[in-house]
């Protein structure tokens, strides 16, 4: 009995571990709309305590914000945008690439403008450099949001494999139930044709609603990051 209790626990244990880690990490890596950074460093100036980078974003964006500085001082990572001089309300996204030149997240920031330059945001350690893409200034709409997809054929394996995992689990853990309550009629309580019909009604229950909840999550994981910047 201990022997199938313990078996019981990894069991579990490791259908967490692949739902909510390994088959996420196999096949959810995301891929933002933009790949590249057309932003360009114009002037690095050393400090005492770090660094800091102008740069100008790309042509179409620079009649809102003509420049931001990247700068990094005591570790800490800051990002931190002149705008233009009649400029009252902004949302734009920073796509952030680390150092394999991958984007790995985008921060969008909405701002009422109050002088040149926008609010200072804090930025990932992880963070090497990143692209300045405007969504709104004032009453103007650019309609351009830095999404985060997964590939269809990817989501498709995903869900596929997710659904045998539950199956799985479903499966050893009625047969280490069987060895740990059913006695002498574990054989039955595991081959018992009433028993299989069960098994495979909660297990499609199972499917069903991890399907939906991954179906969820994965949409709300690929959605746009929004918020004041105060």
């Known amino acids: 009995?201990?022997?199938w209790s313990i078996l019981l626990v990894l069991t579990i244990i490791?259908?967490?571990?692949?739902?909510?880690?390994?088959?996420?990490?196999m096949f959810l890596k995301t891929r933002y709309t933009m790949t590249r950074s057309g932003d360009r460093g114009i002037k690095k100036i050393i400090e005492k305590n770090g660094q800091s980078i102008l740069f100008e974003p790309v042509l179409k964006w620079r009649k809102y914000i003509p420049q931001y500085v990247l700068a990094e001082r005591n570790g800490v990572k800051q990002?931190?945008?002149?705008v233009a001089s009649d400029l009252n309300y902004i949302?734009?996204?920073?796509?952030?690439?680390?150092?394999?030149?991958?984007v790995f997240d985008v921060l969008t920031v909405?701002?009422?403008?109050?002088?040149?330059?926008?609010?200072?945001?804090?930025?990932?350690?992880?963070?090497?450099y990143v692209a300045i893409s405007i969504n709104e200034a004032d009453a103007t709409d650019f309609s351009a949001p830095m999404t985060a997809k997964v590939k269809n054929g990817?989501?498709?394996k995903f869900l596929l494999c997710s659904a045998?995992?539950?199956f799985l689990e479903i499966m050893c853990i009625k047969v280490c139930l069987a060895n740990i309550f059913g006695g002498v009629f574990k054989?039955?309580?595991?081959?018992?044709?009433e028993s299989a019909v069960i098994t495979m009604a909660i297990a499609a229950v199972l499917i069903l609603v991890n399907l939906i909840v991954s179906f969820i999550a994965i949409k709300i994981r690929g959605g746009k990051k929004r918020g004041w910047n105060k």
């Open 1 to 3: 009995m201990v022997v």
């Open 164 to 166: 045998v995992c539950v």
């Open 79 to 82: 990002l931190k945008c002149k």
């Open 187 to 193: 054989e039955s309580f595991v081959l018992d044709i």
């Open 91 to 102: 949302s734009y996204d920073i796509v952030l690439f680390n150092n394999r030149d991958e």
């Open 14 to 25: 490791i259908s967490v571990a692949f739902a909510s880690v390994v088959l996420p990490r």
């Open 110 to 128: 909405k701002e009422r403008i109050d002088g040149e330059f926008t609010k200072t945001v804090d930025l990932p350690e992880q963070t090497s």
């Open 154 to 156: 990817k989501l498709i």
